[in-house]
């Protein structure tokens, strides 16, 4: 793919003298990371030109953390911006970029930049046609829409993929948002994706009913009793992956699993189906790393197939 070329100087993106010209940017998207994402950049010495946002919450985000700029549509975005920040759901994004294609609002050199971390930049192909130089930038976040995301994006990885001759150009725009850029190729973006959807999308979930469960036990602030220990736990299993394991399936305790089952089966039936994947997923990863005997983990295989426990 051939692309226009490219200002001067695009070196070090961490030389404060080989930053990108100040660029007038534009939001298509102001739901929780499109306006966090626009402030950064205009604390960088950006100019946010115009937003576009279609909720009252959207629109209500944009007045608070990008004052004063406009709320248009998305055309005249793109008619106002040299970069526009494309951030709208992953499944909307090939569409949006097809209709701004289509109806000609795409300008040639225009940086249009998504920050879906499912794609890569072949959906922004139509805009690359127009003579568009595409970039995706994911930070690798979860955001709240607040004044609270631009201190976290303070050493925040985002996922950078771009054309070789962009990258100097996507790296700089991520150091410029105090975030800390990695490479991921085009053809790996849905397994990058997957991977952090699965770690911190589920993690969510695994947390709530660990605290659901703590309630109905009983304990009236369970967020303080579990804090220290999730805490150490994601920061073992960080450090050394499947060697922080721990529990009754780390050391085959079949009793112990199956007296936990049985409450479940009368506490919550849908946690209960949860844990008996991740105990599945647990003892298998167990016998791959060494840690659980494989006589121990069929053990465990047969209180996990029992239907009533």
């Known amino acids: 793919m051939s692309t226009p070329d490219l200002p001067d100087p695009f070196g070090d993106p961490t030389d404060p003298?080989?930053?990108?010209?100040?660029l007038a940017v534009g939001v298509i998207g102001t739901g929780r990371v499109g306006p966090a994402l626009g402030a950064a950049l205009q604390l960088a010495g950006h100019r946010v030109v115009a937003a576009s946002g279609v909720s009252a919450a959207s629109r209500r985000r944009a007045e608070a953390l990008l004052p004063g700029v406009r709320l248009?549509?998305?055309?005249?975005?793109?008619?106002?911006?040299?970069?526009?920040l494309l951030t709208v759901p992953?499944?909307?994004?090939?569409?949006?970029?097809?209709?701004?294609?289509?109806?000609g609002a795409i300008r040639p050199g225009q940086l249009i930049v998504h920050t879906?971390?499912?794609?890569?930049?072949?959906?922004?192909?139509?805009?690359?046609?127009?003579?568009?130089?595409?970039?995706?930038?994911?930070p690798a976040m979860t955001f709240t829409g607040t004044s609270v995301d631009l201190a976290r994006l303070a050493g925040c990885p985002f996922g950078v993929t771009a054309p070789a001759e962009l990258r100097p150009v996507?790296?700089?725009?991520?150091?410029?948002m105090g975030g800390e850029p990695e490479w991921v190729p085009e053809e790996v973006r849905p397994l990058y994706h997957t991977a952090l959807a699965h770690g911190a999308n589920h993690l969510v979930t695994l947390v709530a009913q660990a605290l659901e469960l703590l309630r109905t036990a009983?304990?009236?602030?369970?967020?303080?009793?579990?804090?220290?220990?999730?805490?150490?736990?994601?920061?073992?299993?960080?450090?050394?992956?499947?060697?922080?394991?721990?529990?009754?399936?780390?050391?085959?305790?079949?009793?112990t699993l199956r007296r936990?089952?049985?409450?479940?089966?009368?506490?919550?039936?849908?946690?209960?189906?949860?844990?008996?994947?991740?105990?599945?997923?647990?003892?298998?990863?167990?016998?791959?790393?060494?840690?659980?005997?494989?006589?121990?983990?069929?053990?465990?295989?047969?209180?996990?197939?029992?239907?009533?426990?």
């Open 17 to 22: 003298g080989n930053r990108p010209a100040r």
């Open 72 to 84: 248009v549509t998305p055309p005249q975005v793109m008619a106002a911006a040299d970069l526009v």
């Open 90 to 103: 992953d499944d909307a994004l090939a569409a949006l970029v097809a209709g701004l294609a289509a109806t």
């Open 116 to 138: 879906s971390g499912a794609h890569g930049v072949a959906v922004l192909e139509p805009a690359t046609r127009a003579g568009a130089l595409p970039l995706a930038l994911h």
């Open 170 to 176: 996507a790296e700089a725009l991520v150091v410029e």
């Open 218 to 255: 009983g304990v009236a602030e369970p967020g303080r009793l579990l804090g220290p220990l999730l805490g150490a736990a994601l920061d073992n299993s960080l450090r050394s992956g499947d060697a922080a394991l721990t529990g009754p399936v780390a050391r085959g305790d079949a009793g």
């Open 260 to 309: 936990h089952l049985g409450q479940l089966s009368t506490v919550s039936p849908d946690i209960d189906q949860a844990y008996r994947a991740m105990a599945r997923a647990t003892a298998q990863r167990a016998v791959r790393s060494g840690s659980l005997k494989e006589e121990s983990a069929a053990a465990l295989l047969d209180v996990l197939n029992e239907e009533n426990n």
